[in-house]
């Protein structure tokens, strides 16, 4: 008779999840490097690309996602997914001196909650910045 061991895990398959690189999206300190106000002016006014959803024109910086059109992304504003995704951010992300102070190099410091903002409601206090969407140069009508 074979010796049969006993198995107390069902399996990795819930680690493999994890580990799919299919449907994989920024991490919470990427996004964070993406919120500073450089990266996030680049990230708002990108040149027309037509092979992402939208031209590459509607994009949420809070989920590194692109939106077909203007009105799926404010659509998207008011979603479940996009409220969790600031109650995240509201977190500072860890850096190497909170890491040195967790192995006793140093004073705890708690972390510092920030406020975050939805995109959509910069833009309804400056008019400018609503019109940033695919500027396109008219004509006088001369052919």
Request: net charge positive; with cysteine; charged share 40%.
């Given at each position: 008779?074979?010796y049969k061991r006993?198995?107390y895990?069902?399996?990795?398959?819930h680690?493999k999840?994890?580990?799919?690189?299919?449907?994989?999206t920024?991490?919470?300190d990427e996004i964070?490097?993406?919120?500073?106000?450089?990266?996030?002016?680049?990230?708002?006014?990108q040149?027309?690309?037509f092979?992402k959803?939208g031209?590459g024109?509607?994009?949420?910086?809070?989920?590194?996602?692109?939106f077909?059109s203007d009105?799926?992304?404010?659509?998207?504003?008011r979603?479940?997914v996009?409220?969790?995704?600031?109650?995240?951010?509201?977190i500072?992300?860890y850096?190497?001196?909170?890491?040195?102070?967790a192995?006793?190099?140093?004073?705890w410091?708690?972390?510092?909650?920030?406020?975050?903002?939805?995109?959509?409601?910069?833009?309804?206090s400056?008019?400018e910045s609503?019109n940033?969407?695919?500027?396109i140069d008219e004509?006088d009508g001369e052919?």
């Open positions: 008779m074979v006993k198995k895990h069902y399996g990795d398959t680690l999840k994890k580990w799919r690189t299919k449907r994989r920024k991490d919470l964070d490097e993406d919120l500073k106000p450089e990266n996030c002016q680049k990230l708002l006014n040149p027309v690309d092979d959803p031209s024109q509607h994009y949420c910086i809070h989920c590194a996602r692109h077909i009105s799926a992304l404010q659509d998207h504003f979603t479940k996009h409220k969790r995704r600031l109650k995240a951010l509201e500072e992300p850096t190497v001196e909170d890491s040195e102070r192995a006793g190099l140093g004073s410091k708690a972390p510092v909650k920030r406020k975050i903002e939805t995109q959509g409601k910069s833009s309804e400056d008019p609503s940033k969407r695919m500027r004509d052919l």
